[in-house]
């Protein structure tokens, strides 16, 4: 089981910005896709934003444009920089690391995400 650590959610107002980061426990440069998913209040997790260890991206459309997802492999960490932000982003932000070998999934804790308006 990877180990992911997530930080960076907070309170903002509309058209501020976040990033949120998350630190796993294994190396993130083969072998695997990381992802950022949210889940607002009553309804389904959702993806939001994922990287493969190729470096190819893909986001949700509610996001394109307005979120970046980027890694450091080095530090084995992920990045979500959220800019322009509006209200229905307010969600708590789950990573994601899927295993492309074996196909398991690991999750982080999840940060809290709220836009004001």
């Known amino acids: 089981q990877v180990q992911l650590v997530e930080s960076g959610g907070g309170l903002v107002q509309a058209g501020g910005s976040l990033r949120l980061s998350c630190a796993a426990s294994?190396?993130?440069?083969?072998?695997?896709?990381m992802a950022w998913h949210s889940q607002a209040p009553g309804k389904q997790r959702e993806l939001v934003a994922r990287i493969t260890s190729g470096g190819s991206t893909n986001y949700a459309d509610s996001v394109k444009g307005r979120f970046a997802i980027s890694r450091d492999i080095a530090k084995n960490t992920v990045y979500l920089q959220m800019n322009s932000l509006k209200p229905e982003d307010t969600a708590v932000y789950y990573c994601n690391y899927h295993n492309s070998i074996t196909g398991r999934d690991s999750w982080g804790q999840g940060t809290q995400v709220t836009v004001s308006s």
């Open positions: 294994t190396s993130i440069s083969r072998f695997n896709s």
